[in-house]
């Protein structure tokens, strides 16, 4: 079974202090993994995903299929950076509509 | 542009009355479908998705269901409300399956 765990219901940090929110997952397959964002008063949206190797909005995540984790990191938050964020899983194909899992998620709050 | 429409944005609606939730596609061709709910503190549960027009997956056992009239239309309905249908519903759409984007939600309050 696919299964998301975000470890973390809220994370607090300060503006400039490095930032990382916890995802570990459980598939025995190989998946492809996922960061959405909920900003206050918006839509959920994608963030990021392992498959694209990319940094948004300074963001970065590594996926470690020794550790089965996707942790998302930041080197210094900034205030914006506040919202909800989501950790998700895909993977099964296309048979079975690509779903996503999605973890409970965490919301990060940066304090001045 | 590819678009989300999912109305109504909230609604109340007492017990054992039916529901409707209807959620529109645009600028894209026979994506796939989803809906979710998402309740405080445990996360987005995904409750049907669709790959194509008639074409409906359950994934949780519950008094809802979908259906998929056209290829961009998705509807989640139920013959009669129960108080723990209440929560926050989200339509997404995805073409690659690399990528869901969502639908701005509707928030449904069953007294």
């Known amino acids: 079974a696919q299964r998301v765990t975000q470890p973390e219901k809220l994370l607090s940090v300060f503006k400039g202090a490095p930032v990382e929110l916890k995802c570990n997952y459980s598939y025995s397959g190989s998946p492809e993994l996922f960061w959405y964002v909920q900003y206050s008063r918006q839509r959920l949206q994608l963030l990021l995903r392992h498959i694209s190797r990319e940094s948004i909005k300074g963001f970065t995540a590594d996926l470690n299929k020794g550790e089965t984790s996707f942790h998302l990191k930041k080197p210094f938050a900034q205030e914006e950076d506040s919202a909800m964020y989501y950790c998700?899983?895909?993977?099964?194909?296309?048979?079975?509509?690509?779903?996503?899992?999605f973890g409970a998620g965490t919301i990060l709050r940066v304090k001045s | 542009s590819q678009t989300i429409h999912q109305w109504p944005a909230t609604l109340v609606q007492p017990v054992g009355s039916p529901l409707s939730l209807e959620c529109t596609v645009e600028?894209?061709?026979?994506?796939?479908l989803y809906w979710y709910r998402q309740a405080a503190g445990r996360g987005l549960q995904l409750l049907f998705y669709?790959?194509?027009?008639?074409?409906i997956s359950s994934e949780v056992p519950q008094n809802l269901s979908a259906s998929r009239p056209q290829d961009r239309q998705f509807i989640l309905s139920s013959k009669k409300l129960l108080l723990s249908d209440s929560g926050f519903y989200l339509c997404a759409w995805s073409v690659d399956g690399y990528g869901y984007t969502f639908g701005s939600g509707t928030r449904l309050t069953v007294v």
């Open positions: 998700a899983l895909s993977g099964l194909g296309m048979e079975y509509g690509n779903k996503l899992v």
């Open positions: 600028g894209t061709s026979n994506p796939n």
């Open positions: 669709s790959v194509g027009i008639g074409q």
